[in-house]
């Protein structure tokens, strides 16, 4: 490998939530001071030797004043969307924004009013409810359908929940997290069928798409052009660079009524320049990074088999999903009979392995825990060794 990803960043420099002993200690008091963090999807690799350069030259430089998005970074994008992922994007589709959550703020302020509903399909990354709840709108969830080691949407509930309830808009996760799940091209075109036939807004939040294990992603931006005039895609290299702490992101929105009403609320709050080193770590990303993305991903993979290993010698009563995308493993341990809460108190406290749990998630997860693969092979197997350890103990 060209790149290195055995020797990690020392995440006590950045003030990383992940590594927090504080941050760790308000959700486990008793946790192990030398815990290892398998929790936040934060990677701890060093970013791209390529961003660290070109951030490097630019604080060196000395000038952070303001700036604006350059055309530089329009056709980063534009090519980006083109050769990973066969988006024909046209430039004024682009719009520029301070993160993926905080755009599913604005879309909800744009889109719907107080005590307006929106529907998700749950488990689901919490903030897709934060983004609800925090503007006073209501949040209907429909479970998703779990067979064996996949999660399948429910399209009857998803129909009658449109139907009878009329949410305004969906956030729809593509590919899945927790789970990893890739949505097929069918699903997509089915579930932006029925936003069209019951006027639910589809905001597409495709994140998690640099990171695909096994299967074939789908952009909701290769969905017919008819589902266009009610699409909003989000995405950033936030989670395939790890740049989530340079607080940038996009929106690819195709249609001129609906985009306007989006930057209309941009102005409301006022979202208008980037931040320096974002917009240069973007482009970098998106100009130099997919070699290094390509390694990471092949390390991840090899992460991902020391986990199945681990898990099918050391761990009965856990069962993952079957891992799509992303670098977040999504563990149902109900066969165990244990409380998610108290294997996760232990695996702090005993093992020194700080895990995700399913409260996270808005609904639907009551046995679940999310490990985090985005770290060294030492950390993981070390990580590993230790719960499995713990595991023996509690099942003794
Ligand atoms: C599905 C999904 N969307 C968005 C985000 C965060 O995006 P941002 O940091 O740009 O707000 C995450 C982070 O884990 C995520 O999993």
Known sequence: ??????????????????????????????VRDDFIPLWIADMDFKAAPEIRQA??????????GYTYASDRWYQSVINWQK????NQVEKPWVTLGYGTVPNMHIIVQAFTQVHDKIILNTPVYGPFAYAARHNDRE?????????GPRYDLDWDRIEYVMKTQHPKLTFFCSPHNPSGRIWSRDEMIQMADLCLKYHVLMVVDEVHSEHIIKGQFTSSLQLPQKYYSNLIMLTSPNKGFNLGGLKLSYSIIPDDDIRQTFRKQYERNSVTSPNVPGQIAMITAYEQGAEWLDQSLAYIKENLAITKKFLAESFPGWEMMEMESSYLPWIDVAKSHLDMHEIAERMADDAGVVVGIGDDYVAN???????NLGTSHQVIEEAMKRMAQTWQKMIK
């Open 1 to 30: 490998m060209k790149y290195d990803f055995d020797h990690l960043a020392d995440r006590s420099i950045d003030q990383a939530r992940k590594w927090d002993l504080g941050i760790m200690k308000s959700k486990f008091p008793h």
């Open 55 to 64: 951030l490097a030259e630019m604080a060196e430089n000395g000038a952070y």
């Open 83 to 86: 050769v990973r992922h066969h």
């Open 365 to 371: 997860a009551d046995n679940f825990l999310r490990l």
């Open 139 to 147: 949040v209907l969830t429909v479970p998703l359908l779990k067979h």
